[in-house]
């Protein structure tokens, strides 16, 4: 085994003795609270969010998408994890120095007139410095943390570990394919010459719409392990939104986000499968700054077209049209009742795409409506045996929820049928193939998607 092989499975065996008491303890709770066993959850959420938060990595990644999910886990949990991405701890100047160096060489602050050894911004997998190149240019440079292979691999051991712990106490979704579009999709996000090239795709794809801001890429300075783009002005928008801007500004934002994430899939068959609060930014004018693009999924053009089946047969009741859309996506084995039970859940994100007028995402006053209505599928795939999600689904579902959790706090006040209807209108499966594949040979996606 060379040194290298060596520092890596050390590494693993770190991260997994670090985390397995985590993962343990809450896989332990959860089945306790499902078999009517009282423990001190919030407690232990909070203890799991430091243990996380301090470790960051690609667990937090996985926390944060489980918050995402209605009903994924318990409320303590997805309450505490929520926050972790903004409370994670920066690394410091040594090892900034250090890193730089080992990406761009002894010589790496000549590129710069000035680099801010502090960080901007700290995350799950990297942290954000603020320089200016000699040109004058403000740049933002997105550099990853230490050993993040080693750590990559020994957090999916233990989301592996958790899903079957959890798969044995109940077997309503069966994981197998999440787990592996999740392990493919978290492995990408560790390549930023892969993420450059796909920041540069989602500039081609938004470069018309002009309440969307994607940042650039500076050619020469992105390797595998630094990331180095146009500094985007901006607050976060939670920070927004506390301030209670005016609706105009509400329904702006909420139109912007509808548009970066829609234009994208029903034109070229693209998804941004993160769609965490902290990767959204309004700037001084109002518009928005969409940032992160380690997460993307490509998707074929029958696979868009089987979205837009599913509304029709939504909206026209029509159980055939549905089979067709569901088989489309990827489920097998669907019996009448088991595709009633997926309708539920159908209805309840298609319904204010069938509303033609202005109004809230939902008008049902209450954030936990969504966890409701999933625990009503839940409970249907239970009785009838449990269903195979594709694992095409998952980040289209993932940015629907996460997408429709924003809204929610927006109360915004639109028409969300004729944003959707703008996009889908004269839809043909070839031209929106010719045109992701000119996309995606412009931007220099890699292929794997």
């Not at 069966?174 to 920041?199: F, G």
């Not at 809204?407 to 929106?432: C, D, M, P, V, Y």
């Amino acid at each position: 085994m060379s040194d290298t092989e060596k520092a890596s499975l050390f590494g693993e065996l770190r991260r997994f003795a670090r985390t397995s008491g985590a993962v343990g303890g809450i896989a332990m709770r959860v089945a306790g609270s499902r078999m009517g066993i009282k423990s001190d959850r919030s407690g232990h959420a909070e203890d799991l969010k430091v243990i996380l938060g301090g470790l960051k990595g690609p667990m937090m990644k996985v926390a944060q998408f489980l918050t995402t999910i209605p009903d994924a886990l318990p409320e303590e949990y997805a309450r505490e994890l929520s926050e972790l991405q903004s409370n994670a701890p920066p690394m410091g100047a040594a090892f900034v120095r250090r890193r730089m160096q080992g990406e761009l060489g002894p010589d790496w602050q000549s590129h710069f007139s000035a680099f801010n050894l502090e960080a901007a911004a700290a995350a799950s997998l990297g942290q954000v410095h603020r320089a200016t190149l000699k040109s004058g240019q403000q740049v933002a440079c997105k550099l990853q943390y230490p050993d993040m292979p080693s750590t990559m691999e020994a957090d999916l051991r233990q989301l592996r570990l958790a899903m079957s712990v959890y798969r044995r106490m109940d077997d309503s979704i069966q994981t197998e394919d999440i787990y592996t579009e999740l392990a493919e999709r978290l492995r990408e996000e560790l390549d930023y010459t892969r993420e450059a090239a796909q920041m540069r795709l989602y500039g081609l794809m938004l470069g018309d719409e002009p309440l969307v801001h994607i940042p650039v890429p500076v050619p020469g300075l992105c390797t595998k392990r630094l990331l180095t783009m146009d500094w985007l002005e901006g607050r976060a928008l939670m920070q927004r939104l506390g301030e209670d801007p005016p609706m105009e500004e509400r329904n702006s934002l909420a139109t912007a986000l509808f548009r970066a994430w829609y234009v994208p899939f029903y034109r070229y068959g693209v998804i941004h499968g993160d769609p965490h609060l902290g990767n959204y930014q309004v700037r001084p004018d109002g518009t928005l700054n969409l940032l992160d693009f380690g997460a993307i999924r490509v998707f074929p053009a029958h696979f868009v077209r089987a979205v837009i089946d599913l509304y029709e047969a939504v909206r026209d009741d029509d159980r055939e049209k549905s089979h067709h859309a569901y088989e489309q996506w990827g489920f097998t084995d669907l019996s009448n009742e088991k595709m009633d039970i997926l309708n539920l859940w159908a209805k309840f994100l298609y319904e204010p795409l069938l509303d033609d007028r202005v109004r809230r995402i939902t008008e049902i006053d209450d954030p936990q409506f969504g966890r409701s209505v999933a625990q009503k599928v839940h409970d249907g795939l239970k009785r009838v045996g449990g269903v195979k999600p594709p694992r095409e689904f998952v980040l289209m579902d993932r940015s629907a929820i996460g997408l429709g959790s924003v809204f929610f706090r927006l109360k915004a006040e639109i028409n969300w049928s004729r944003l959707f209807h703008e996009l889908i209108e004269g839809f043909e499966t070839q031209a929106l193939a010719d045109r992701q594949a000119a996309a995606l040979a412009e931007a220099g996606v890699p292929a794997g998607l």
